[in-house]
């Protein structure tokens, strides 16, 4: 086990340049880190399967299985060599997506930039004029439709936080930061709104029912 944990070290170490955050790194600069990785993966998952091997060996055996002082030595052994595992399944992956991963961050990065329009068009519209005027429909809907694409948009977001690679993570958690922002404004939007109700009401026939209360509750 000492042995894999070794090489998962030496993995760990030559992948430590994919823990800097994406949006600050040159483009192309991953390339020569997937490389070693790549390299070093084979012996480290050699060392984890000898490991597992050896450990399910003396597991297997009547005679030791009987010591209770054993079964506490071996599971204990059985989880560092699991958590080696996983560390190197995390490294391997986020070499192999790096780069590609500079293209998914783009992609994220252009949707929340249109989104923020949508809410500036949203705010424009519901900006109170000194009367205490209903919402217009029309200005009620796309309200509605930036709240839906920034939950859906936050959601996606969201999800990239459990990507092994760090430095996506440390970029996109920037990304949401300013996602919760627009969020708060649309609230603002809603909140300085007259006659939401109404125009929810006038949705409702038109749209799913789970959506409308979804926005309903937001």
Do not use: Y
Request: hydrophobic letters at 40%; proline letters at 4%.
């Amino acid at each position: 086990v000492h042995k894999a944990e070794e090489a998962v070290k030496e993995i760990m170490s030559a992948a430590g340049p994919l823990s800097e955050d994406l949006e600050k790194s040159s483009p192309g600069s991953f390339g020569a880190v997937a490389a070693r990785v790549a390299e070093l993966c084979p012996a480290a998952e050699a060392s984890c399967a000898a490991a597992k091997e050896a450990i399910d060996k003396r597991q297997a055996d009547p005679k030791q299985r009987e010591s209770p002082s054993f079964n506490l030595q071996f599971s204990k052994l059985a989880l560092r060599l699991s958590d080696a595992e996983e560390q190197l399944k995390a490294c391997r992956s986020a070499a192999q997506e790096a780069e590609g991963n500079r293209g998914l961050l783009k992609a994220k990065k252009a949707e929340l930039g249109a989104l923020e329009q949508q809410v500036e068009e949203a705010e424009l519209q519901t900006t109170p004029l000194g009367d205490e005027v209903p919402i217009a429909f029309e200005a009620f809907k796309k309200l509605w439709g930036a709240q839906l694409g920034l939950e859906t948009w936050l959601a996606s977001a969201k999800s990239l936080q459990s990507n092994p690679h760090v430095g996506l993570k440390l970029a996109v958690s920037r990304l949401l930061q300013q996602g919760n922002a627009l969020c708060e404004r649309l609230q603002e939007a809603k909140s300085g709104s007259i006659g939401w109700a109404e125009a929810l009401g006038q949705l409702l026939p038109r749209q799913g029912t789970d959506q409308v209360a979804a926005v309903e509750a937001a």
